[in-house]
């Protein structure tokens, strides 16, 4: 059944936390097991002023697509008439040499034990593009991957692990078994389900506000709409 309530997993300080119904709890394992339901496909957005943990971050300017600024962002707001085009786009304009406009992509994921449960899994550039020293895949990487072997996404369980050699908190992706038919069947049945599809939509805040502690989330072409 569809529920009011966003559940979420946060990555804050490279540690899984599930935030659900007012309620955090830390996974400890540093990994989690999951099936990917659904996929939005990669968006970004800039925020002119400096990070705020305390705070909900409105961006001045995003994109759904990395394409075209949103039509919801005000005109006088948009940095340009495309992305490609964007100052904040460029190397560089950003900390550490990367770009001020960020990437993202919110996944729409649930847990072997609570199929039923749908939660958004919002993952950074660094996890979604790319690969690590040790071996570990971003998200495009792993997607390529299991199209390779003509291997649905939402049809095999899914471990998400931190790359314990970077400083910021880097996700990689590693295909665990297959699921039973009637445990596919089921996933399938959450593709378009609306929680999922609110968990992979786009929502950006309309005003700053303070964050409540239960409330932070950090920072594939599988796709519903």
Do not use: W
């Given at each position: 059944?569809?529920?009011n309530?966003l559940r979420?997993?946060?990555i804050?300080?490279?540690k899984?936390h599930?935030?659900?119904?007012?309620e955090?709890?830390?996974?400890?394992?540093?990994?989690?097991?999951v099936?990917?339901?659904?996929?939005a496909l990669?968006?970004?957005a800039y925020y002119?002023?400096?990070?705020?943990?305390n705070?909900?971050?409105?961006p001045?300017?995003w994109?759904?697509?990395?394409?075209?600024?949103?039509?919801?962002?005000?005109?006088?707001?948009?940095k340009?008439m495309?992305?490609?085009?964007c100052?904040?786009?460029?190397?560089?304009?950003?900390s550490?040499?990367?770009?001020?406009?960020?990437?993202s992509?919110?996944?729409a994921?649930?847990?072997r034990d609570?199929?039923?449960?749908?939660?958004q899994l919002?993952i950074?550039?660094?996890?979604?593009?790319?690969?690590?020293?040790?071996?570990?895949?971003?998200?495009?990487?792993?997607?390529r991957?299991?199209?390779r072997?003509d291997?649905?996404?939402v049809?095999?369980?899914?471990?998400?692990?931190?790359d314990?050699?970077s400083?910021?908190?880097?996700?990689?992706?590693?295909?665990?078994d297959?699921?039973d038919?009637?445990?596919?069947s089921?996933?399938?049945d959450m593709?378009n389900?609306?929680d999922?599809i609110?968990a992979i939509?786009?929502?950006?805040?309309?005003?700053s506000?303070?964050?409540?502690?239960?409330g932070?989330?950090e920072g594939?072409?599988?796709?519903a709409?």
């Open positions: 059944m569809g529920t309530e979420r997993i946060s804050r300080d490279s899984f599930t935030i659900s119904g007012g955090e709890a830390t996974i400890d394992s540093g990994y989690i097991e099936v990917i339901v659904n996929a990669v968006s970004r002119t002023n400096a990070y705020d943990p705070r909900v971050a409105v001045t300017c994109s759904s697509d990395t394409q075209l600024p949103s039509e919801d962002v005000p005109q006088e707001q948009r340009a495309r992305c490609m085009d100052p904040q786009n460029i190397r560089g304009s950003g550490y040499g990367g770009r001020a406009c960020r990437f992509q919110r996944l994921v649930v847990f609570n199929l039923e449960e749908v939660y919002q950074p550039a660094t996890s979604i593009f790319g690969g690590t020293d040790s071996g570990g895949m971003g998200m495009q990487n792993y997607a991957l299991l199209a072997h291997t649905p996404v049809t095999i369980t899914t471990k998400i692990y931190f314990g050699g400083i910021v908190p880097k996700l990689c992706f590693k295909p665990v297959r699921l038919e009637d445990t596919a089921r996933v399938s593709i389900h609306e999922t609110r939509t786009m929502s950006i805040p309309t005003t506000e303070p964050v409540s502690p239960f932070v989330v594939f072409e599988l796709n709409n």
